[in-house]
């Protein structure tokens, strides 16, 4: 599998103005450290176009576009029939965080999933932690 992280590019910026087709699925709703003034709390969505599978970031800002939920491309990946929905939303998730916290620094280690989409909070916890491995290894 092929996978393309558009993180820190202008492709996985909210204003780029890309948009996924109605069929999205979601993977999940993560805190990555909330508190009551505001916080990191993302939705991760997975679509296909054409022959690409898509990871969709999205966020809804009430000061921009009314409250609209904005997308932003994070990853993707050519399709392949004998993948289902579920892997491949663990394995675009893996690189986008991995992406993510090598670009910016991030520590993923208080993030929490909120709601499960495709991907079962074992499966998330696994993924957070092979992120954080594969960080180490990375240092």
């Known amino acids: 599998m092929n996978i393309r992280s558009y993180i820190g590019s202008?492709?996985?910026?909210?204003?780029?103005?890309?948009?996924?087709?109605?069929?999205?699925?979601?993977?999940?709703?993560?805190?990555?450290?909330?508190?009551p003034a505001g916080g990191d709390v993302r939705e991760y969505w997975l679509s296909f176009e054409n022959n690409t599978v898509v990871l969709w970031d999205s966020m809804i800002d009430g000061d921009i576009d009314d409250g609209q939920k904005?997308?932003?491309?994070?990853?993707?990946?050519?399709?392949?029939?004998?993948?289902?929905?579920?892997?491949?939303a663990s394995e675009l998730l893996f690189a986008a965080l991995l992406s993510e916290t090598k670009l910016?620094?991030?520590d993923l280690s208080s993030?929490?999933?909120?709601?499960?989409?495709?991907?079962?909070?074992?499966?998330?916890?696994?993924?957070?932690?092979k992120v954080a491995t594969s960080i180490d290894d990375y240092l």
Do not use: M, W
Request: contains cysteine; hydrophobic residues 40%; glycine residues 6%.
């Open 104 to 106: 910016y620094d991030s």
């Open 10 to 35: 202008e492709v996985a910026d909210f204003t780029y103005g890309e948009n996924p087709t109605k069929s999205v699925q979601l993977v999940g709703v993560f805190d990555f450290g909330s508190h």
């Open 111 to 129: 993030a929490i999933c909120t709601k499960v989409g495709l991907i079962d909070r074992e499966s998330i916890a696994t993924i957070i932690k």
């Open 70 to 88: 904005k997308f932003a491309r994070i990853a993707d990946c050519s399709s392949d029939a004998s993948i289902n929905a579920e892997r491949f």
